[in-house]
């Protein structure tokens, strides 16, 4: 744990294991109710200190972040890989990422500005100026999973530092290493103690206490839909941003070029073991092609290859625990055991999953209706895209959709019909670049994450108006 600049102990240790095969790691404290206060007190402090800092102040630690983050990429890929299980060239990607998600919270803290406001548009304003200004909320409780450890908690506290809050940072329990180096890299940055805090803990109580504790302005989430909703419940007057599930779907149409769709989907549906929010989980091929596709698609996902995660070979890992890898497969089984075909994977060893390719899955599925969080994908066909498209939208999720297509009409009519908040045209649901809004409708959540929203919905308007 850090809190306020200080590495701090508890009498309970929690130790961090290798999911790939139970390796210990790593060992953290967990946080008691003192350690929370102890941290929201900090960030309290702090926050004062961080809204008087100037925007090219906030911007300069940021970058500076942004410049260790990739000087120290071999340092941080290894935690992460370590502690979440996955593969080596992938947590490179992410401290990758991490660094650029920092770079533009830096360029976002120098575009923080607010509008001159038309008042004597309204016949009440005449002789009234006014403009709008940004402040930030305070204190920001940052609760982050464990799928994408260091670049999601980016996400969360690169915006909020560039707002000129003060963040308490709450990360998975399987996934603490790199949230505790980041603090300290941070510091090194010139942030001052108790700008940013992390405690580590189980959820389940230290959520709470955040979650109720009258000195946090705003729960900034990404996880689960189930906590997400409790979050929500109780938080009351708290600002919310939830980031949540999704059961990702791409549409693969009749003149799709295969080329493209078949490599992109594979890497979709099996990048970290599936376990990403929007990993390809339902594939919709007309039925011209559905053989050639799934022959391809199957084709492709034998090539990966399993293994550690350290070694850079490797693509397929291990799930975060055995007994996610245990759920999966039983949500495999029970979409056989309801006439879905196991065309290829689903084979199980310890926490690591081959790739299960399903064809033909009812939709009363978990693995159609739910989100699987695992390295499984269902290809059913359609006739018409109407059809595909209210397959699609047959979903309590809406984070991301694509369709593979050459025709613009169609694209935009899939477009303009999905509910989501993000879509990909001639790209797999699975991309993000980490300017871009991000974020669900229906049950994957609201609000927006990307540097330039995040900052949006890390602030509040203040209008000041003056009588001339
Ligand atoms: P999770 O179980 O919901 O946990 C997420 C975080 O919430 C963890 O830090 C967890 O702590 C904490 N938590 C657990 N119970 C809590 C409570 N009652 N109050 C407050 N916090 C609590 O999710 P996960 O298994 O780590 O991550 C997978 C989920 O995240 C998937 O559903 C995935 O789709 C979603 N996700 C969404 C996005 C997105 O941007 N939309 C991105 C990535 C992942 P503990 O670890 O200590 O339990």
Known sequence: MRIGGQE???????????????????????????????????????????REMTLDERSTILRKAAGKTAERREELALAVSSECGKPIKEARVEVDRAAQTLLFSSEEAHRLRGEVVPMDASPGGKGRWAMTIREPLGVIAAITPFNFPLNLAMHKIGPALAAGNAVVHKPASTTPISAVMMA????????????????????????????????????TFTGSAEVG??????????????????????????????????????????????QVCISVQRIFVHDQ?????LERFVDGARKLRIGHPHDSETDISSLITERE???????????????????????????????????????????????????????????????????????????????????IRKAFLAARRIHVGGFMINDVPQYRVDQMPYGGVKMSGHGREGPKYAVEEMTETKLVCWKV
């Not at 510091?187 to 805090?197: D, K």
Request: with cysteine.
């Open 8 to 50: 701090v102990t508890s009498p309970r240790r929690q130790p961090v294991c290798l999911p790939y095969d139970g390796t210990e790691v790593a060992a953290v404290f967990q946080a008691t109710r003192e350690h929370v206060d102890a941290a929201v007190s900090s960030a309290r402090a702090a926050a004062l200190e961080m």
């Open 184 to 219: 300290a890299l941070f510091e090194e940055c010139g942030l001052p103690p108790g700008a940013l805090n992390v405690i580590t803990g189980p959820g389940g109580e230290i959520g709470d206490l955040l979650v109720f504790h009258r000195d946090i302005a705003m729960i």
């Open 229 to 274: 909703l409790r979050i929500r419940n109780l938080a009351a007057m708290k600002r919310v941003t939830l980031e949540l599930g999704n059961n990702s779907a791409v549409i693969v149409d009749e003149d799709a070029d295969l080329d493209e769709a078949v490599p992109r989907c594979v890497a979709g549906s099996f990048a970290h073991s599936g």
């Open 289 to 293: 092609i559905r053989d050639l596709f």
């Open 325 to 407: 890898a245990e759920r999966v497969e039983s949500w495999v089984a029970e979409a056989v055991d309801q006439g879905a075909r196991l065309v290829a994977g689903g084979a199980r060893r310890r926490a690591t999953l081959e790739p299960a390719i399903l064809a033909d899955v009812p939709p009363s599925a978990r693995i159609a209706c739910r989100e699987a969080f695992g390295p499984v994908v269902g290809v059913n066909g359609y006739q018409t895209l109407a059809e595909a498209i209210e397959r699609v939208n047959s979903s309590d999720y809406g984070l991301q959709a694509g369709i593979y297509t050459r025709d």
